[in-house]
């Protein structure tokens, strides 16, 4: 899809910021692209084709990569595998085939659910579902409607997670049986979609959908969005050690300790409401980020910047000081 594979939403959104030519070049193809995106296609197709697309390019390509990482080069991987060589893949061919369909299945499955549901609402509303004209929202809008959708896909992921997939109904057997079938290891990206079809649903598509339906934000911020959460699960997933950021690490880790703990604790996505509710396994939130922020020198860095900012004001209030001294020797002689 065009639209996905040259769109400079990241420009667009830091549209206000930047100053040069490129910014405003790459705002207009950007806007170009949608405008004749929009008027040559239905907003369903556009809707689907692009969800698609994203969760191809953000999970299904990246999760490919790393299980052939994993599988040809066991001994590097294991290096940076939480929980070792017991997170390493099966190296059985006829079982890595078996997930990857599972996966690819889960994957058409979901869009195809995504799309019933679209039609359908779009019926009631006699309107597309998401707004999909040709006038872009606005950076605040944007900001807004993402932090609720975080919101309510957090509030979401916890409880269906905790009180559905780990319940002892016939759903929580299903996720036990497929999304837990390996103990004590942590999972690898391709496993994000490897979970029985009605969990996955629950788990993975529900949360993101759902809010979405109901905000009814424009069809950017849906597809930026869904860009966001597909990178975020990708990687909290892949069962690595070297996850960078503050905040991807600990949830990285926070995941692999739900999968290798059986499913004791850790539900959310991002682990607020797992703190909040004392389910917790290992490390909480909060600790995790004070642990990265020591790793990555979070508090020395912020001090030197200080320091750096100290020093040029007091530079700066010097030379002022010389060249007021200066021009008075001048006018005195």
């Given at each position: 899809?065009d639209?996905?594979?040259?769109?400079?939403?990241?420009?667009?959104?830091?549209?206000?910021?930047?100053?040069?030519?490129?910014?405003?070049?790459?705002?207009?193809?950007?806007?170009m692209?949608?405008?004749?995106?929009?008027?040559?296609?239905?907003p369903?197709?556009?809707?689907?084709?692009?969800?698609l697309?994203?969760?191809?390019?953000?999970w299904?390509?990246?999760?490919?990569?790393?299980?052939?990482?994993?599988?040809?080069?066991?001994?590097?991987?294991?290096?940076?595998?939480?929980y070792?060589?017991?997170?390493?893949p099966?190296?059985?061919?006829?079982?890595?085939?078996?997930?990857?369909?599972?996966?690819v299945?889960?994957?058409?499955l979901s869009?195809?659910?995504?799309?019933?549901?679209?039609?359908?609402?779009?019926?009631l509303?006699?309107?597309?579902?998401?707004?999909?004209?040709?006038?872009?929202?606005?950076?605040w809008q944007?900001?807004?409607?993402?932090w609720?959708?975080?919101?309510?896909?957090?509030?979401?992921?916890?409880?269906?997670?905790?009180?559905?997939?780990?319940?002892?109904?016939?759903?929580?057997?299903?996720?036990?049986?497929?999304?837990?079938?390996?103990?004590?290891?942590?999972p690898?990206?391709?496993?994000?979609?490897?979970?029985?079809?009605?969990?996955?649903?629950?788990?993975?598509?529900?949360?993101?959908?759902?809010?979405?339906?109901?905000?009814?934000?424009?069809?950017?911020?849906?597809?930026?969005?869904?860009?966001?959460?597909?990178?975020?699960?990708?990687?909290?997933?892949?069962?690595?050690?070297?996850?960078?950021?503050?905040?991807?690490?600990?949830i990285?880790?926070r995941?692999?300790?739900?999968?290798?703990?059986?499913?004791?604790?850790?539900?959310?996505?991002?682990?607020?409401?797992?703190?909040?509710?004392?389910?917790?396994?290992g490390?909480?939130?909060?600790?995790d980020?004070?642990d990265?922020?020591?790793?990555?020198?979070?508090?020395?860095?912020?001090?030197?910047?200080?320091?750096?900012t100290?020093?040029?004001?007091?530079?700066?209030?010097?030379?002022?000081?010389?060249?007021?001294?200066?021009?008075?020797?001048?006018?005195?002689?």
């Amino acid at each position: 899809m065009d639209l996905l594979l040259s769109l400079p939403i990241v420009s667009y959104f830091a549209g206000p910021m930047l100053t040069s030519w490129s910014g405003s070049v790459n705002i207009l193809f950007f806007y170009m692209t949608w405008m004749t995106l929009v008027l040559s296609h239905s907003p369903l197709k556009i809707e689907l084709v692009g969800t698609l697309a994203v969760r191809i390019a953000f999970w299904l390509v990246p999760s490919l990569f790393f299980l052939i990482f994993d599988t040809l080069v066991p001994s590097l991987a294991e290096s940076i595998k939480l929980y070792g060589t017991s997170s390493l893949p099966r190296r059985d061919a006829a079982s890595l085939l078996r997930q990857v369909l599972l996966a690819v299945f889960n994957l058409a499955l979901s869009t195809a659910v995504q799309g019933g549901i679209s039609v359908g609402a779009g019926s009631l509303l006699n309107r597309p579902l998401f707004k999909t004209s040709t006038t872009l929202p606005l950076p605040w809008q944007i900001l807004k409607h993402i932090w609720m959708l975080y919101t309510a896909r957090e509030v979401l992921t916890y409880y269906i997670h905790r009180f559905v997939l780990h319940s002892r109904g016939r759903v929580g057997k299903l996720h036990n049986a497929y999304a837990h079938s390996r103990k004590n290891a942590a999972p690898n990206s391709l496993m994000l979609y490897t979970d029985h079809p009605l969990p996955l649903l629950l788990h993975r598509t529900l949360p993101v959908y759902l809010p979405a339906m109901v905000i009814q934000p424009h069809l950017l911020t849906y597809f930026l969005f869904t860009i966001l959460t597909t990178l975020e699960e990708m990687l909290s997933m892949s069962g690595y050690s070297i996850v960078p950021g503050i905040i991807m690490g600990g949830i990285a880790r926070r995941t692999a300790t739900h999968y290798a703990s059986g499913g004791r604790g850790n539900y959310g996505a991002w682990g607020l409401l797992d703190w909040a509710s004392g389910t917790s396994v290992g490390k909480d939130v909060l600790k995790d980020i004070q642990d990265e922020a020591e790793k990555h020198q979070v508090k020395e860095r912020g001090q030197k910047a200080v320091g750096d900012t100290g020093n040029l004001v007091q530079d700066s209030i010097d030379g002022l000081k010389k060249g007021r001294k200066g021009r008075k020797k001048t006018a005195d002689s």
